[in-house]
């Protein structure tokens, strides 16, 4: 047993599914070779396929019992559609139903591998939850598909549950679009309800959950059977109502699972995308904390500083102290800020520009045209001044053809562009700092920078917000 567990472990979850598939059409064709009626089996199989790749996938308990409702009722229909299909084309009813079932089965093994996707990163491995306590979930789910697979099986023997009376008080529930609208907007209102409710116990949840489909089903079943509101017909017999509350019930529990899972997946979703913007944030925080410590930068400050001392020039030295004190009061004040105005970045930007000209003298030029209207508007702290820090870092900065840097503002967007006069001796460009840039935007307009660059100028284009 231990081995064969480990084998399981081992596979990947593409192996597992068509495994999987092939011991599915097995077991259809020696079923069907012995006249033994193979849905229960099938069904026991099915849900050790959905368990095995929820496990895998790291799905945890409630949306694995979901996955087994949903899973096999779709797999019913599919199965039996696909049957239908496929009989066209094949003349053995053997080779019929080992397809069918070999198709469907791989159809819903990828189905629920497809689903994983909708709420974690593509790029991340899976990686196995540890499960919760609440494996009831799982049990009562496999359960109730038992139940109903068996039931299904039972009542069609019987004479008065025939297939097409079947189809006919489901065609009454599927007729009647008020019913199933209702039907629809209660489940998400009590889906939506119950997430807003954490701190219910699981024995109150339960409870109200099963008194939920109880009354839901018996509601819609009923609204069904008297026409309501189109008509008012008391013509249904009981028997016809039982049957019409199994069908409807079989509806609510898939519909209830679905909305389920959907909302499930909406708000993993809603989670994953905050928790990657606080890792961004945080990345681009300790981008700008190395920007305070630059040593470098520091070690160029404290020169120019030290020139203007030897050579006496007071007030040039006590204007360059206030600057560089202006430039780190604005980094640290807005260290945790996510978006500040693009006036305050602006004057930030300005003392940064005057103490590099201090430094480079007429080596380069800043040209600033910027509406009134745009300096109103928002945008990512520090971003202008990194782009600046790029153009003279990567390129020549020489009096005799200086490097020219033009900030624009249009269209609720924001330039910064240099021509392009690349330095022999530059450093490989990381694009660190403009990956951060670019994400910070991504996370918190979902917007994204435009970068061009031609055989004369480099340009960067950042959204105002």
Sequence with gaps: MRSVTTSMRSLKVSEIIHLFAVLHAAVALLCRLSGVNDELVLTLLTIVLIVLICIRRGLNVELTAASVIVVNVIGYLLGTGGARLIGHLLSSPLAVHAVSTFLTTEILGWGIVWFTKMFRRSDEAPRPRAWNPRIWMLLTAVGVIFVLRLLYVELLA?????????????????????????????????????????????????????????????????????????????????????????????????????????????????????????????????????????????????????????????????????????????????????????????????????????????????????????????????????????????????????????IESADGTLTVANNLRPKVSAPPSTQVGLNYIRQQYLDLMNKPITIVRTDTEYRITLPLL
């Design 158 to 406: 019987m004479p008065s549950f025939s297939t097409d009376r079947l189809y006919r008080v489901y065609d009454l529930l599927a007729s009647n679009s008020v019913a199933l609208i209702l039907l629809l907007c209660v489940n998400i209102i009590y889906v939506r309800y119950l997430r807003r409710h954490p701190e219910w116990s699981v024995p109150f949840k339960t409870l109200t959950l099963l008194l939920f489909i109880v009354l839901t089903t018996l509601g819609v079943s009923l609204l069904a059977a008297l026409r309501l509101p189109f008509a008012f017909d008391r013509g249904f017999s009981g028997l016809e109502f039982f049957q019409l509350s199994i069908i409807t019930l079989l509806v609510e529990m898939t519909l209830y699972s679905i909305i389920f899972m959907a909302d499930y997946a909406l708000a993993a979703r809603s989670v994953l995308h905050a928790e990657r913007g606080k890792v961004h944030q945080a990345q681009f925080l300790y981008m700008k904390l190395k920007q305070q410590v630059n040593p470098h930068f520091l070690f160029n400050s404290l020169n120019i500083l030290d020139c203007l001392v030897c050579e006496q020039r007071t007030e040039q030295a006590s204007a360059y102290i206030h600057k560089l004190a202006g430039i780190y009061r604005y980094m640290l004040r807005n260290e945790a800020e996510t978006l500040v105005p693009l006036k305050e970045e602006m004057a930030f930007v300005e003392m940064y520009i005057d103490l590099l000209q201090v430094r480079f003298a007429d080596g380069f030029r800043v040209h600033t045209s910027i509406a009134e209207e745009a300096l109103t508007r928002r945008i990512v702290p520090c971003s202008v001044q990194l782009l600046i820090e790029n153009a003279i870092k990567h390129n020549v900065v020489d009096t005799a053809a200086p490097l020219e840097i033009r």
